[in-house]
């Protein structure tokens, strides 16, 4: 029986590998269905920056071939074997182009794959390509000069978020299946939420960052943005873990973080912030985000106010900190100030901010985050996640320098990393869920920040409520 084409690029990583086990497709079939689609519609969302058509049907052909040594779909236990997937043009791929959305990457090639590139490959990941993002990862819109903007499948006109604003945009349009990201304020998740995707990132350490170009590296987090809450935990269990290649990586334990969802979720305890999450926010998001809060304590939360006092001040600590060490490693790197002249003027202004921040800025950026880290450890004592939402606006204008909430104007980038930049400087855990749409049909996110090195909780939560909805059924049309 012949599968419809929207069931098979709008499914899930599970969804997919059940068929593929049975044969019912053939990772070349899939990959074939793919690379049509993006053909078909990438110029509509500007998702891809280089498409690997060659390569993913030589990956596909090997998958195939693997899949024929197999006796029987019990004996396929890497549910990634000839699964379509992009990365983010900031991930080094061997032998294909990385240009980190950048006019003076634009030839570089590297001769490495990141280690999260190479464990995808490894498991028998079929690559379509590099995604879309925002300059450097410098950014928060995904609105790119040089290679044009990414555009969000939901509303053309609208961004995508960033700086992973290409890998949601082509999930959310049945591009591909998943995909990786990087976020360093908010860029797997932000992006995330304007799509109506999953995307989570991970502590920091728990995924190596080998390999990839770097922004500010205190903050920098490799992670998944996916369909759905399992295709997450099964990204996470294969791309975590120490790597020597990267000395911040962590040696704690890897979980089945996919088998954790399994577990019976009876009773959690959810902290809602007095401070910051709740304060300002768009009408529409705001009746989203509690609505799905109700949602959670029907099934099982007790929610729970918890105060975060250094929230505040970690926002302008976080920018200190970020500006000095990106500028730093342009400079290092021979970038800026040589090439200043290639560099947007948005990403030059910021490079030549970071020259401005004084080590004593620097430090006592670094005692706030003791103080905030502190008062998360707190919270976390009488709850097991902070909830909150994602984003306070849904997807804001493609060129739109402000977005107006309760009256009052905003600029779009402090905005949209206001919500998200807490869990990069702490290096906490985060996950962004799709919880409903507007009146006007834009997607909105979920939150949930948790305890470190324990994604699982944050994954088995982000999954109980992901069961009461249908969201991710929800798919545009281009």
């Not at 593929?20 to 990438?42: H, W």
């Not at 304590?297 to 060490?325: C, F, M, N, W, Y």
Request: hydrophobic share 45%; glycine share 8%.
């Amino acid at each position: 029986m012949a599968i419809h084409e929207d069931n098979l690029a709008f499914a899930t990583i599970e969804e997919l590998a059940a068929l593929l086990a049975k044969r019912n497709i053939s990772p070349v079939e899939l990959t074939v269905l793919f690379l049509q689609r993006i053909d078909r519609q990438n110029s509509a969302v500007n998702a891809f920056l280089t498409v690997t058509a060659e390569l993913a049907l030589a990956a596909a052909r090997r998958a195939e071939k693997a899949f024929s040594r197999k006796r029987g779909a019990s004996r396929n236990r890497n549910p990634l074997l000839g699964i379509p997937v992009s990365l983010k043009d900031n991930l080094w791929t061997r032998g294909i182009r990385t240009t980190a959305g950048a006019k003076i990457l634009r030839d570089f090639v590297p001769t490495a794959d990141a280690t999260a590139a190479r464990k995808l490959f490894d498991a028998g990941a079929v690559l379509l390509g590099k995604t879309n993002m925002h300059e450097f990862a410098y950014g928060i819109t995904s609105s790119n000069p040089h290679y044009g903007d990414a555009r969000n499948p939901w509303a053309c006109d609208r961004i995508t978020g960033g700086s992973s604003g290409g890998s949601a945009a082509a999930i959310a349009a049945g591009l591909c299946v998943a995909s990786i990201g990087t976020d360093t304020g908010g860029s797997i998740r932000v992006p995330s939420a304007l799509c109506g995707t999953v995307g989570l990132k991970p502590t920091f350490g728990r995924v190596s960052v080998f390999g990839t170009v770097p922004l500010a590296p205190s903050f920098d987090h490799v992670g998944p943005i996916a369909r759905s809450v399992p295709d997450a935990a099964i990204l996470l269990g294969l791309i975590a873990g120490r790597d020597p290649l990267d000395p911040t990586s962590s040696a704690r334990r890897v979980e089945d973080f996919r088998g954790a969802l399994d577990k019976p979720l009876r009773k959690f305890r959810l902290g809602r912030p007095h401070e910051h999450y709740w304060k300002k926010l768009d009408s529409e998001v705001r009746r989203l985000a509690e609505a799905a809060v109700r949602d959670l304590e029907k099934h099982g939360a007790v929610v729970r106010e918890v105060s975060l006092p250094h929230l505040i001040d970690s926002l302008q600590a976080a920018t200190d900190i970020s500006l000095a060490e990106a500028t730093h490693g342009h400079q290092a790197a021979g970038f800026f100030p040589a090439d200043a002249a290639d560099y947007s003027k948005e990403v030059r202004q910021r490079l030549e901010a970071g020259e401005q921040i004084t080590a004593v800025k620097y430090l006592a950026g670094l005692d706030v985050r003791k103080r905030l880290l502190a008062e998360f450890d707190a919270a976390f004592q009488d709850v097991d996640a902070i909830v909150a939402p994602t984003a306070p606006v849904p997807a804001p204008l493609i060129g739109a320098d402000n977005v107006v909430i309760d009256g009052e104007e905003i600029g779009v980038r402090p905005a949209l990393v206001g919500m998200c930049r807490p869990a990069n400087f702490t290096g906490l855990p985060a996950i962004s869920v799709p919880c409903g749409f507007t009146r006007e049909g834009l997607p909105t996110g979920l939150q949930l920040i948790g305890r470190a090195f324990d994604e699982s909780t944050l994954l088995r939560i982000a999954h109980a409520y992901e069961r009461t909805h249908e969201w991710g059924q929800r798919h545009p049309r281009l």
